[in-house]
């Protein structure tokens, strides 16, 4: 009987390993969907545009249909987004485009936006999320990705994407004023 234990014990930390890497894969494939969506919609593709926005739309309702999912997990990807900003701050250009100079206000500004957004994203993992808050994640990543396609929209884009965050969390904290009742815990899935 007790050579059983330590046998489930290993096929559970088996499953949840291939569970994990599941999760990674499919969020790489999702990160190819929306680039791919947005080189075909707005560059010079062999393909039709319509199908680069036709991409962008799967990659979107699968956004939304696994936001309660991998909400819990917003946070510490925007936080690398302050790391990213700094780096370009401090060098003066893109961190993953060394061509493109940012002057180092931008640079800032934008570390600051990302920062907002980080600490007051930490309040979605832990509410059951309702459909403000899914529009306003769903606009802040799209004004993350709308950065891919022309730079000169990034403080715009990061502006109105955290100022949508900000917006969704009031609507809250009023929602929650009003009824007198804090929101019921979100139900942790295994």
């Known amino acids: 009987m007790s050579t059983m234990m330590p046998r489930q014990g290993i096929l559970v930390q088996v499953k949840g390993g291939f569970r994990l890497a599941g999760a990674w894969l499919l969020a790489f494939a999702w990160l190819v969907l929306v680039f791919s ?3 075909i919609a ?17 990659a979107a309702i699968i956004f939304l249909l696994t936001m309660d999912r991998w909400v819990r997990f917003f946070p510490a990807v925007v936080a690398c987004g302050v790391l990213g900003g700094v780096v ?3 060098s003066g250009h893109v961190v993953n485009h060394p061509e493109v100079a ?7 500004i934008m570390t600051l936006l990302l920062a907002a957004a980080a600490v007051v994203s930490q309040s979605f993992e832990k509410r059951r999320l309702r459909a403000p808050d899914r529009i306003a994640l769903l606009a802040f990543t799209f004004s993350l990705f709308s950065q891919a396609v022309d730079s000169k929209v990034m403080l ?8 949508s965050l900000a917006s969704a969390e009031l609507y809250n904290r009023l929602r929650r004023r009003r009824n007198g009742a804090r929101n019921a815990p979100r139900p942790v899935r295994a």
Do not use: D, M, N
């Open 102 to 108: 940012v002057p180092r206000w931008e640079g800032a």
């Open 37 to 39: 969506g947005l080189g």
């Open 88 to 90: 370009t701050t401090l």
């Open 156 to 163: 715009p884009g990061l502006a109105i994407g955290t100022a």
């Open 42 to 58: 707005f560059s010079s593709s062999p393909h039709h545009p319509a199908v680069g926005w036709a991409l962008l739309a799967v």
